[in-house]
């Protein structure tokens, strides 16, 4: 007769997928609120500071040049600021940044306030706070990993994407109103305080017990001083650089991503031509266009925050999925099934996005994250500063159409060929009966061998010592992690 505690044990066993399962956790709860008071006064500044640069100037080349001042630090000083997340304590590092910000808001509001903010005053400001920014954002995207045990980072990095969502959507429509009722300097005080708020939540956080520990965990063989030599070790920008590209799982997820980036998540741009243009749509079409591809996304991130530990294999999956549902939307024949497809796409793209950024704060060690992040914040400055001009030159060569079938076909094809190159490496070359030819001395024609049999196997090479990906060493390395982890 079956055990009637049975069940139970099996329900206790089995994986929990809630997607919202990291605000079970308290320190998750107080830190999701306070992200979307400061996502929300961000995106409140950043459109007041659009509008502040139109009215000084008068032009919108101006705008973006302030845009670009604030992304120039990322792609400069990116390995320096994850650096020095490595080196200080996280929560410290955070707040110390959050009052920065918040010190650069209200500076910024007394200048417009007093009518001495100059357009050149401005650039330097907006250079500032991209500057802070290269500390700020990776330490307060460890910092919520922490919070949680690993198995929640997905939720954790899903319930992130929804907040900052919210928070974009939310701020920029207060702006409007603030702006039209107080001017500017209102806006700039808002966030302000709302860096405040963040920066007196993060001293009650408490981490995780088992958050910041790789899984799976090292074996228990390891040195049991083997993870403090590690943390040891030296603090350099370099050190982050080497990890990563010595890390083929994040190099694969580099190139994944920056292809998907210039040529296929665009949709702002190439979606835009697409229903304005052959489509013969008018702006208020694109509109419902975008509000499709907003609630795809945050549905990508409901079903993402099921995830438990995905895999670049998944990202490239998703990513080339992507790719083909848009090129079935660049030969989208009307509006209707362009809209068909949008949300799809918008799913397939926030589910990739959230695996691939649970990916990136999870495969380093701990003591090298802060640096991996820097190494990732100065690429993806390079590639999405150099990917709107791109993709404009492919639209004027190709039209819409062509740029998004084009960049569709670029993305899987690429991603199709780097799997299979893999997946050749990893499995080895099939069978060939001339590679394994006997060479007949008596200067007849190479006899092939028959193809390895059930009862005779085919002798073949030894295979070789696995090696960490991290050190190149073939036992265990200095970090704790198992040969070809």
């Not at 639209?395 to 998004?404: K, P, T, V």
């Not at 070359?429 to 193809?451: E, F, I, Q």
Request: charged fraction near 10%; proline fraction near 9%; charge should be positive.
């Amino acid at each position: 007769m079956p055990s009637p505690r049975r069940p139970a044990r099996r329900a206790a066993a089995s994986p929990d997928r809630a997607p919202w399962r990291a605000l079970r956790h308290p320190a998750m709860r107080w830190w999701s609120a306070a992200n979307l008071v400061s996502n929300a006064g961000t995106w409140m500044q950043l459109t007041a500071q659009n509008l502040l640069v139109l009215h000084l100037t008068g032009s919108a080349a101006a705008t973006g040049l302030s845009l670009s001042a604030q992304a120039a630090p990322g792609l400069l000083l990116g390995l320096l600021g994850g650096a020095v997340v490595d080196a200080w304590p996280r929560r410290l590092t955070a707040s110390l940044s959050q009052a920065l910000l918040a010190l650069i808001g209200f500076l910024t509001a007394a200048l417009v306030l007093t009518g001495h903010l100059t357009v050149p005053v401005l650039m330097g400001l907006a250079a500032v706070t991209g500057l802070i920014a290269t500390v700020d954002s990776p330490a307060c995207a460890l910092l919520g990993n922490d919070l949680v045990p690993p198995k929640d980072v997905p939720s954790s990095i899903a319930l992130g994407s929804v907040v900052s969502g919210a928070g974009r959507v939310g701020g920029t429509a207060l702006a409007g109103v603030v702006v039209s009722w107080w001017g500017p300097g209102a806006a700039y005080i808002a966030n302000g305080v709302s860096f405040l708020a963040v920066a007196a939540v993060i001293p009650f956080l408490r981490p995780h017990p088992v958050a910041g520990r790789r899984t799976p965990a090292a074996p228990p063989s390891a040195a049991p001083s083997a993870a403090p030599a590690a943390a040891r070790r030296g603090t350099g920008a370099r050190e982050g650089l080497g990890f990563f590209l010595r890390r083929p799982a994040l190099v694969a997820l580099a190139g994944i991503t920056a292809l998907s980036s210039v040529f296929g998540r665009n949709y702002g741009l190439t979606l835009a031509v697409l229903v304005t243009g052959p489509l013969g749509g008018a702006a208020g079409a694109f509109g419902t266009v975008s509000t499709v591809l907003a609630v795809g996304g945050v549905a990508g991130a409901v079903l993402a925050g099921r995830l438990r530990s995905p895999s670049v294999r998944l990202v490239g999956v998703l990513a080339a999925a992507g790719a083909v549902l848009q090129i079935a939307a660049g030969l989208s024949p009307t509006l209707w099934v362009l809209l068909l497809l949008v949300a799809p796409m918008a799913v397939v793209e926030s589910v990739s996005d959230t695996a691939g950024t649970t990916v990136l704060q999870t495969d380093p060690p701990a003591h090298l994250r802060g640096r991996v992040l820097g190494v990732w914040r100065t690429a993806s400055t390079g590639w999405n500063l150099v990917g709107p001009p791109l993709l404009g030159l492919l639209m004027q060569a190709a039209g819409a159409r062509g740029a998004l079938v084009i960049g569709g076909v670029l993305v899987a094809g690429a991603i199709g060929a780097g799997g299979l190159r893999h997946r050749l490496r990893t499995h080895g070359a099939p069978w060939s009966a001339a590679a394994h030819a006997v060479p007949d001395t008596s200067g007849a024609s190479a006899r092939p061998l028959p193809p390895p049999s059930r009862t005779v196997p085919f002798p073949r090479p030894a295979a070789p010592a696995p090696v960490c990906a991290a050190t190149g060493h073939g036992a265990l390395c200095a970090a704790g992690c198992a040969p070809g982890a």
